[in-house]
């Protein structure tokens, strides 16, 4: 098991690329940005458990409090600003950091609890509403920032309270007489108290994350009924008073994950960033401790992960369809706009289905995960937050409309997502590669070496490469320090170099994910021998070919022509196109198709148009971003809707043959009545000229009026 | 004004059509099958004002008691009985509604309240709830019962008890200092004090009418707020605990049509039923009191009206597509079944849409509403009963899921539909003409003259046909007992033929509606003079043409072709293709097509399938029914889903070139690596040979395993 949040470190990234300058960006920008939004909102302070005006406030979205997630928001900070301080020192931030590790020690009660909410505004409640009220939530983000913390700085000042936090939790949740037979609503603390036991070895951390997991929607697990269910008759809740997030009487446990044990589950359903924090959680619980019920819980991830990519997602990686409660719609159910239905994908879900590949990567190296990972990572992910790293989405919608514009925000009052981001940017270079020079634990504690410099050892060594970002990995082979560089203009050309630094004759293997829209075309040089082989999508290169490389160098070139995709025919916009172009999906803006008044909801594209796109190295004047442009030419048509409507005479549908309705005039058939006059017949469409498509991921960065969509509805010519 | 409720008695359906069988499946069947039904379930006997244990039930629909409706429940059945009663006598009938009418008298209070639950079972509470109580929904339908009774038996041992109640109302409702300035959350009184008023002439009974439809929505009419807001604070409500057809926390007012005025609502919204219900109130409202404020209402009809037809109708007429608060989404969203998204499309709400449609004929003659009101009947409105009037649906799916097959009940707990059907059917020859020839009022009282004996006289007479349904209408012209048949094979064959026995030179002219599918090739003959103008959909035949006849008879014949439709290109299902003959929508069922295992999901149809559509008259030896069944021959396939799942490789897309992505082998060009075993492609589809469609409503009607579609998906061929 390697943790990217661990593993970035021996992962540089090297200037140039897409996702070096977005990481740049939120080092130079958002971190600041983000700690003067902690300070002015009143988070950074809230440690001192003073009290706040906003505590006074009522719920937004009741029950929950609008401070509720404030706790969360200073420890992905501080989570997020270590993994950036690694190679971006900066003395302000550091000392931001301090100041809150001393403020989190002090707000600390004698027992070991931590928690603003129940501490101030609520006392004497604590754990009296796991469901709704993030208790744990926090706890987990807590853990998490102590990690971070241990890891960058050497010492336990965060570590050691968060420790005597877990420990209380140990006693207090669990299957013994006097424990809570609970666990939180929303999934976190799980996949941090895993990472904490990988840290610690201390089993009551691994037994604690197990019984969350597992005790998880066992429906008589108080006294005969469903934690949740004894959990609020315990409150006295009224079961006609639901939160806003229900979408029915009775308490909805599927939106939590948890309408039945994970091992039952066979669709994944509710709130998508809780589904994606479970599965990551018990996708690592699986690795740690192989056991029965835990294969269970392995089939169950498998399951549930085909039925979200097969039926539940996006063609741009995003999840969720349903904003009420933030979560996965029925099967195909994937309308790309408010106006169309709905359509979430929100950014946290999206980080979240990254964070569940990379672990099912480790022990099932399957291009369909890397791939989809991909895919997250440059459309559903990059797309919210602005070149710059200063504006951000929270909904990641295929489409906008005018009661959605397509426009970024600087901030959120349930601020989850632009921390996130920044989190994930800080340790994109564990996702890059699986490293398995070594099974040792990567981290121990204060024992922990630092970061570049350490290098690990073992007689074989494979590397799996995810992702073609251009970067340098170092590791140890042999006793020796080793580097694998890779470098190229990748996604926008498709030449990728290799370099392998190491003992002129090593034991050294890699697997390279060759992309889905790769594997029919893709070149290697110098050429495989024929002991290479393409596994489940990557492509498995050995020693002896590795070892005869002429300047230990070799390319892979993956095509990368623009693309045609549809969604599956059962989902919602099954009629639509989306332009592709490798990982890239691109969208059209109104910014460079200014004609457009109705975000594009009457343009069509003709499904016979990729002879007809051109390719543009587009460097943007305004943002200096640079990426290929595509534009489509005399192939696709905006719909003259007046048109269509007059032809639809009245009734709720179009005939399709075109011929068969034409205006009101009565004809000689009727021998010579006179109509009402039969008007000029306008033209049915419009052919577009050229319909330029920007990547997905850069829209809103340029001004213009929030008119957006990714898939356009099918011109049957 | 005509009612077609009282101008039914004036047409007489001849046997051997569609809708005269149903008629009489009704008169034989469905009126003593509800009759049993309302003895068994309590409700017969619920006006005696005893306990019922039905009463201590929770709500199935908090805060709805399960037996909120019964007072309709009885009230529709003597109304539709008695509609049924003036061509099918029945003493068994006659003995059960007048011991009926003898509770109702019985359970009134002195004061002339007069409702079951708020004497019964929550007495001191009544007028509290008007938003979700049903308390004048009920009333409603006592008045419409009494209307109907009176109509039939020359007295008023109904109609006084309801008189006297609606004066409580009247001295209860209004805009007095110590008045209730409310109006109730489920129209119905309002049409029925309207009918009640064209009886009665009692300007007390439009006054109430016009205040209820001008004062709902009304921001400010309690003390400065919403009068749903001000009654909601009165009872105390907490604002977190909704019932469960709130979707959102805040009263949902749009639910109850009543987020504005009237006169300001733009886009038709919330429960369909409520809101077929209100427009048909307000529509007649402009009839009778034709001032300016009503001049607005009127405008609102209609741009309600165009945004219900043009963006919130199924194609088969029906309307709602959301379960929750059983009515209308967003503009656009029309999934065809609960595993797409939802479909509602309740009997009731269709029934409403042609009750709106007939009164709007009345005053704006244009076939669209002509149209969509023979639409919803043949299809929306005739699929909710099985042939024999024995069994009913509620809910009218275009595609059935194994969530929610295709299939009939005996009976709801929310029993609306099936007694809804037996009024219409009851009362249906009112809907097939509009009579001209007289402006007095048809009905008044005691004095109401008596069924198909009543001629009416004027000088000039104007007829409107609407639709296309074999019958004899009796009317007068120059004192003169005059008579219009039309007999045909209607909606099987094209042929219909009209017979005019009028004086021979008369000044009568008739007014025909020509189809939407029709008005290109339709067929008169003797040939239409100049004078004959087809203006708004309609044929104006003039007096001249009509006094020159042979035999007094002409044809129209209106050409029945088999049509391919389309949902509008925004629709949710806008890629589905949907056959069409006629004003009847098609389906298909696993009963003829047997090999059918996932509801048509995978099944496409050819969008050029029209030269290969085969007709056939059938007659169903099970049912005995008769119809033109439609066969298409190669011209659909079934997608093989494994294959087409497998081309996706884990992504949640399908490539559109077809050749860019084949199985897993990795070809020459990475010089020869071996891949993983390269499988045997499976077919893209099957073409099917035989695909067999009936029509919609007379799906269910044969046993089967509940298969059914109406809209196929496109096959891109």
Known sequence: MTYPQEAFVWTQLLPGSLIHSRREAVSANTLLYQLDVLKKTGRYDCFKLKWHPVYDEPPEIWPVPNHLFWDSDVAKWIEGACYLLHDHPHPKIDASIHELVHMIRSAQQDDGYLNLHYTVVAPGKRFTNLRDMHELYNAGHLIEAALAHQHLY???????????????????????????????????????????????????????????????GNPSGVEGVHFFDAESRQRGDDPYKRPSY????????????????????????????????????????????????????????HRLWNNMVDRKMYVTGGIGAIKQYEGFGQDYFLPQGTDEGGCYAETCASIGVMMLAQRILQYDLDGKYGDVMELCLYNAVLTAMSHDGKAFTYVNQLASSSADPCKRCDWFTVACCPPNIMRLLGQIGGYIYTDHSSDRDLCNGTNEVNGHNEHRSADTTAIDVHLYIPSSHTFTHDNKSCTLTQKSNYPWTSEITFNLDVPSTSDISLRLRIPFFARKSCVLNPPAPSSAKLINGYLHLPASYLNNLPH????????????????HPYATNSDTLTLARGPIIYCVEDVDNAWVTDHFKSTQLDPN????????????????EGYTGLTVRNAACTVNMRRLEQKMHGMPFVEVDRDSVQGEMINGHVNGINGTDNEQIEAEYTVIEDLKFVPFYFRANRGGRGHCRVGLRRWNR
């Open 609 to 624: 148009c990729l002879n007809s796109v051109h390719e543009t190295n587009i460097k943007d004047e305004q943002t200096e």
């Open 154 to 216: 050497k010492n336990d000042l965060l570590m050691e309270p968060i420790l005597h936090y877990v420990d209380l939790l140990h006693k207090t949740f669990g299957p013994g007489k006097h424990q809570i037979h609970g666990y939180p609503g929303h999934p976190e603390i799980e996949l941090a108290l895993l990472r904490l036991y990988h840290r610690t070895n201390n089993p009551k951390h691994l037994e604690l994350a197990s019984y969350f997991i597992h005790e998880r």
């Open 552 to 567: 230990s160098s070799f390319t892979l070139t993956l095509p990368l022509n623009p693309r045609l995709i549809q969604p």
């Open 246 to 301: 229900h979408i029915e009487i009775g308490g909805c446990s599927w939106y939590y994950s948890a309408d039945k044990p994970l091992i039952e589950q066979k669709e994944i359903k509710g709130h998508s960033v809780r589904a994606m924090y479970l599965l990551t959680a018990a996708s690592d619980l699986t690795s740690v401790s192989p056991n029965e019920s835990n294969e269970q819980l392995r089939q169950a991830v």
